[in-house]
Each structure stands twice: as C-alpha cells, then as structure tokens.
C-alpha cells in the first residue's frame, strides 16, 4: 500500500524505528505512528535515497528527537544524497545532526514533506568505482524503480563480494517477489557457501524454501537458523507454524515455547 518493499519495511524494525505488534498468524500489526514513519520512508526513497540511508537517517532522526515533538511536525527532506530535517526554524542532517545553513530548506506548514530533485545515474550506467558496496548502493538505489538493473547490480556486486549479506538477502528477496524462488534459492546457496555462519542467510533461505512448497526443506534451515542465533524469535515462530501444518505438534510446541520466552 506504501509501495515499500519488504527489505525496507525489515530493515526499519530491525533498526528499532519501527515496533509493530504480530496478529493471530505472525503477521506485522502496525500502529498510525508506525504508519507515518513508514510513509516517511517511502517519501524518501521516491527521491531516490538509497535504503539503508533511508533507516541509518530515521534511526539517528528517531535518537535525536525530543520525545514531545510528533514526527508529523517535521519537514523531512532529500538534499542530493542526505537528508535534511527542518524543526521550526532550524534544519540540521538527519544521520550527523550537524546544523545546515538554510539555503535550499524553504519553510512548510506543519506536517507537511517535501524533496529537492536529485539526479540517478541511467540504469545502464556503471558505478565510477566497480568495488561491492558501489555496486550494492547503485542496486539498493533503482531497486524500486528498474527491478531488472537492481538485480543485475545486485549480481555484480556478490562477483565482487560472494560473502557480502546485504547484497543476498536483498537479491533474494527482490527474486521471490517476482516468483522466481529457484533462483532466489541458488542466490543463497551460493552466499551460504562463502558464509555460512550467516543466520538471515539461512532464515531468508527458509523463506523461500517455504514459498517454493517445500516445508520440511525449510525446516531445516530455520533449524540451522537457530543452530546459530537461537534467540532468532521469528524463525522459533515459523519454525513453530511449519511444523503444526505438517501435523507434528511436539515440535510446535517446542518453537512456540521458546517464542514465547523471548517476546519483550
């Protein structure tokens, strides 16, 4: 409905920005706060500001608001690459809170947010640097709006760096929206091969084991999610769920139980 994709959403509550609540079946229950924070998210990434910019700037933002002053008061905005916030009469960087001297930042009413334009490479443009995080930025940047040249940035970017996480899981995600679990599936395979200590590699990979219908495969990569993060709540719970669908209860409960312990 915002027109976020699930690495932003994931990324924003592994972040602590966003704490939403889970319903009946796991899903995510968000709160109208959390509702604007997101929205506040999809403003910025529709002026084109790489993702994880997008949550390293909302969680320094979140640190350094009074609790007083609704997020809805701010003007938030992209300036090129950054982002600036405006509070009353001042404007300072979201990511540093370094003050900016007002050129480009024009007053608002309350509530309102507003973007400068910012000019992206064309898709079929190279990164001046070809090193994995350019790559992975370049990715993350046009994700949105070319999904062909995200993923092919994205494959450029684990040709550099096969072990680079963010890179895998953002991939792997981007395939299995688009239904092509297969390919997600060797994604991770591969990355598991060069890291396999990597819990998210092994849950995400799970994920799609899941999507792809094949539950007692995705069993055991929670299980080997676990094996290595047994504080990994979301995948006790769907480690849980798997196994009352497939009718073995003492493993349900089991997962559910640890579940259960490790909510706040």
């Not at 895998?168 to 060797?186: F, I, K, M, P, Y």
């Not at 719970?237 to 497939?246: G, I, Q, S, T």
Request: hydrophobic residues 50%; charged residues 20%; proline residues 5%.
């Amino acid at each position: 409905m915002l027109g976020l994709g699930r690495s932003v959403i994931t990324g924003l509550i592994e972040a602590g920005f966003v704490a939403p609540q889970r319903g009946a079946r796991n899903e995510y229950r968000f709160t109208f706060q959390d509702v604007v924070l997101l929205r506040t998210a999809y403003q910025l990434r529709a002026a084109r500001v790489p993702a994880r910019r997008v949550i390293n700037s909302l969680k320094q933002l979140k640190a350094r608001l009074p609790l007083e002053v609704p997020l809805s008061g701010l003007r938030i905005t992209a300036v090129g690459s950054d982002v600036a916030v405006r509070e009353g009469h001042a404007s300072w960087n979201a990511e540093n809170g370094q003050f900016l001297i007002d050129f480009e930042v024009a007053a608002a009413g309350q509530g309102t947010v507003a973007f400068l334009e910012r000019t992206e490479p064309a898709a079929g443009v190279a990164p001046q640097a070809d090193d994995a995080e350019t790559w992975f930025a370049r990715a993350d940047g046009v994700e949105a709006s070319d999904p062909a040249a995200a993923e092919a940035a994205y494959r450029r970017a684990l040709v550099l760096a096969p072990a680079h996480v963010n890179a895998t899981l953002n991939l792997g995600v981007l395939l299995s929206e688009q239904g092509r679990h297969a390919d997600a599936l060797a994604v991770y395979d591969a990355a598991l091969a060069a890291a396999p200590d990597a819990p998210l590699l092994h849950f995400n990979r799970a994920v799609a084991l899941e999507d792809d219908g094949r539950p007692f495969d995705a069993l055991a990569a929670y299980n080997a999610c676990l094996a290595l993060a047994p504080d990994f709540a979301d995948a006790h719970f769907n480690a849980a769920r798997l196994h009352e669908e497939l009718g073995q209860m003492q493993g349900a409960l089991r997962h559910y139980s640890a579940y259960r312990r490790l909510q706040p």
